[in-house]
């Protein structure tokens, strides 16, 4: 299996707070790796960490085997290969289908394709013929649905996605969960942070357990053990 993403010896601090220090972390391709550990943990810097938005004090990141150089012009392409989904994800004016066509639009994509491109995804996340609603008039679950939506529509080889299912209805939650567990065999990579310990049993994932910023030792021999059965290293470190 290949990583499409990789940290090495990374370690990012607040001041006199250690937020993160990693020795080595390798996120395999069409994998879905649930981000468990307590608030304060490293969850959220971690993920924009993966995204590409916080550069990390010291240490390495390999993307597809590429070193991350943190110019501007690698970044760029980078970052569009990249999706992350807050808790509380920001919905723009207007209607849902100016929502999930904007980040379409920046990328040129205009007219019947990209209106294909918006039912297709509006259908995955169960809200087929909301095209022309207006965000105003969405429920809490909805506009989370939607904002998947949008993440989908760009197509990212590693979608970040941070407590997706926390404050939504049962409805959205079960449908984003069925949305989430079929990305990777559809190729597409996901890191999904969670403080809900039934997502562990309720998805087919790879738990990545943080506290205090550092990887549980003894979660990580857990998960080398079974990554060892099933032939290949679920989480490194």
Request: aromatic share 4%; glycine share 10%.
């Amino acid at each position: 299996m290949q990583n499409i993403i990789e940290l090495q010896n990374v370690a990012k601090n607040y001041g006199n707070t250690i937020a993160l220090q990693l020795n080595r972390l390798a996120i395999g391709e069409g994998e879905l790796y649930l981000l468990a550990g307590p608030n304060g943990s490293g969850k959220s810097t971690l993920l924009n960490i993966l995204g590409f938005l916080t550069r990390p004090d010291r240490g390495e990141l390999l993307f597809s085997g590429e070193r991350v150089d943190w110019k501007r012009g690698t970044m760029t392409r980078l970052r569009r290969q990249v999706t992350l989904l807050h808790q509380s994800p920001y919905l723009f004016r207007g209607n849902v289908y100016d929502n999930v066509a904007y980040g379409l639009s920046l990328r040129g994509m205009g007219g019947a394709k990209a209106q294909e491109v918006v039912s297709e995804t509006l259908a995955t996340v169960g809200l087929d013929g909301f095209q022309l609603r207006k965000h105003t008039e969405l429920s809490g679950g909805e506009a989370q649905r939607v904002a998947m939506a949008r993440a989908l529509a760009l197509r990212p080889k590693l979608l970040l996605l941070d407590e997706p299912l926390a404050n939504v209805d049962q409805k959205s939650a079960r449908v984003l969960e069925e949305v989430i567990a079929g990305l990777p065999s559809m190729g597409t990579t996901v890191v999904m942070s969670s403080h809900d310990p039934q997502h562990e049993k309720k998805l087919p994932c790879q738990v990545i357990q943080l506290q205090g910023g550092r990887m549980n030792a003894d979660h990580l021999d857990e998960t080398e053990s079974l990554g060892n059965l099933l032939g290949y290293p679920a989480v490194q470190i």
